[in-house]
């Protein structure tokens, strides 16, 4: 049987997948959320918006505390999640060795801009395009195997390249110290990246944002396009019952190798996006806890939708960046004073509050997996739904 994408599309539905409906039969809403340029155009302005309103805004960035630094990583690491999610939420995989592609990429892009371009974007393309190599040949040995055992797989080849890294490619990568050596020239020959977007510096900040936030729109169309092709209505029937997938004549094997090969493509593009971020590569961008960091944002976020992994990067990486430096957890109080005036004397409910976030990351996610198991996103679509209900709409 043929694998163009026309009748990948047709044994998808054989196969017993959700179908995607026709503009006719969706509701009016949904037929307009559906469409690439809402989505497209909906993340172009909440990407120009973000950084302002998480770190300028006036009220809702006092309550944010939020920084332009953590916007652009936030950003980043909404990238990798979502390439993830591609994985796992659409495609059914769970991999836990994703830290081999961003720590690769990271590293390629960081020893490329050292010996051979500083060209930002030359070095994107080096680290992206490593991770996506590294990432075929992991997935054609480790989807020899399925479930644990190909989790266990891709963890046991996660962890070989970060003792790769830390001892026998030591002087490439610098082992414990991290690779250090780092060259950033202009964006395009013309823009310094730590320098603010003339005239519009107060909204996106600097041109380092700028690149990123490009990216991360390119990512966001990527993804959306690849979801609403065939080869995403493959995914998701491989992701419900792939025995039945095979049996009407799909190449399951194949389709998952492109799956993962996609999905790592997506950490290369994060992993290199850091490398530019932070202009260092530390040893831990191999280490276990990275993949681990980025299952916990996508469930977070909610598996299976476009924008929760996304969502729930930011969660994790303000919990992470700003409820830990809260150092006490305090309720206004308003009293007598010995004068007998009344003075405001806020009541300490827990000294040492931001030591604690790693417990309070645990208990947001643990309610969010018992009590909303579409995740954040899947709250928000619900809560969407029931406003339009009230208000007599579709």
Known sequence: MSDEPTETADAAEDAGTVVERTDRELPSWERVTESEWFVVGVTTVAVALFPWLFARAPVVSGVLRGYQDLATLILIWGIFAMGFNLLLGYTGLLSFGHAAFWGGAAYAAGVFSAQVSSSPILVILAGTT????????????????????FAILTLAFGQMAYYMALSPLAWITGGENGFTGVQLGKLL????????????????GTWKYVLVGAVAILCVAAANRILHSPYGMVFRAIRENDQRAEF?????????????VIS?????????????????????????TTSGEV???????????LFGPILGAGVYLY??????????LTVPFTGPSEY????????????GFGAYWHL???????????????????????????LRRLGGGR
């Open 295 to 305: 299952v916990i944002m996508s469930v977070l976020g909610g598996v299976g939708s």
């Open 360 to 386: 309070i990351l645990g208990l947001v996610f643990v309610a969010v997996v018992v009590l909303f198991p579409r995740g954040i996103w899947g709250l928000l679509e619900d809560a969407g739904s029931a």
């Open 248 to 260: 009407v004549g799909l190449n399951v094997w194949r389709y998952k190798l492109m799956a993962f």
């Open 130 to 149: 490593f991770a996506a190599l590294s990432a075929w040949v992991l997935g054609f040995v480790s989807l020899r195997r399925g479930g644990i055992y």
């Open 340 to 351: 007998l005036t009344l003075v405001e004397e806020p009541i300490v409910l827990l000294d």
């Open 189 to 204: 020959g013309v823009f310094h990246l730590r320098y603010p977007v003339p005239g519009l510096g107060w909204l996106v």
């Open 264 to 288: 790592g493509t997506f950490a290369g593009v994060a992993g290199s996006l850091f490398t530019i971020y932070s202009a260092y590569v530390p040893l831990s961008s191999f280490y276990w």
């Open 319 to 328: 919990v992470e960046n700003i409820v830990s430096g809260v150092q006490k």
